[in-house]
Structures are given as C-alpha cells and as structure tokens.
C-alpha cells in the first residue's frame, strides 16, 4: 500500500500564483514568488497550517458547471496556487516539493462564505469538497508558474 500512494502518473505543475495584500484584497497574478513559512510574499496568510492554499485545476470547470457559468477564475475562489496533472488530494499530509520549496498537504480549505457573493446562491454548498488545499511551508523557496509539483523524496 505504501508503494501505491507513492506512485502518480506525472509530476504536476503550478498553473497560477496568486496573492492578496489584506484579508478581503483582490487577488494579484503573479508569475513568481518567493514562499516562507509564513506563505507567500505579498500575501495576508500567516504561518502554520494555513500558510498556503492551493486548488486543483481539474476542478475549475466542475465549479463553473455547478455554478452555472461559463467559467470561474483562481481570482474568484480565492486560492494562492492553482496545480495541475496530479491530485492534490492523494498528496495529503505528504512532503511535497513545489519548486524550490516544500510543503505539506494539511488539509482540506472549506469555501468561504464570500462564494456566496462571487458566484451566486448556493455556492457555498455547491463548491465543498471543491474548495481546495491548505498546507504548511517546510522548506522555503522560490516559485513560478510551470513549476513541478512532486512528493519530496
């Protein structure tokens, strides 16, 4: 079993950056940045299990179907980092590179309830188990869009 939950198709990789200089900011895009353990720089996030949140790619449509739209943005669901090509899910509680820097998968980010006012009634609801990623910073570095996202050996 070990084996198994070690084992992916291929490396993911980061599809978008985002930080926001206060609690309810706009998000900015950003194609690199510098991640410590208290998150991204620019960003709010404070240290702990919370530094970071990310969002799996995969899943934008999914929310866009359910919210009736033709597409939602990262900017819209407010996460920091946007993954690609490998589930963020199976990575929980791992050690994984993302980049320069490592992090761990901590555990699921609910929606917060501004989806209400972002994408419409129901929202909150519609976008659970949708809602993403938070994870901890265990080695510092420095990110960019493209990079791979793997378990750290």
Do not use: F
Not at 12 to 19: A, D, H, M, P
Not at 46 to 74: C, D, F, M, S, Y
Not at 102 to 111: L, M, N, Q, R, S
């Amino acid at each position: 079993m070990r084996d198994l939950l070690r084992r992916h198709h291929a490396p993911g990789r980061i599809v978008w950056i985002g930080v926001r200089a206060a609690r309810l900011a706009d998000l900015r895009d950003v194609e690199s940045c510098a991640l410590s353990d208290s998150g991204l720089e620019g960003d709010h996030a404070r240290p702990g299990k919370r530094a970071l949140t990310l969002l799996q790619a995969e899943h934008l449509p999914v929310i866009a179907a359910l919210a009736g739209l033709a597409e939602v943005t990262p900017q819209m669901l407010r996460r920091n980092i946007v993954v690609a090509g490998i589930n963020l899910s199976a990575l929980r509680g791992a050690s994984v590179c993302l980049g320069a820097a490592v992090i761990e998968i901590t555990g699921p980010c609910a929606p917060c309830s501004r989806m209400e006012t972002t994408l419409g009634r129901g929202m909150y609801n519609a976008m659970r188990g949708h809602g993403g990623w938070c994870a901890s910073v265990t080695v510092p570095g420095r990110i960019a869009r493209g990079d791979s996202v793997v378990l750290n050996d």
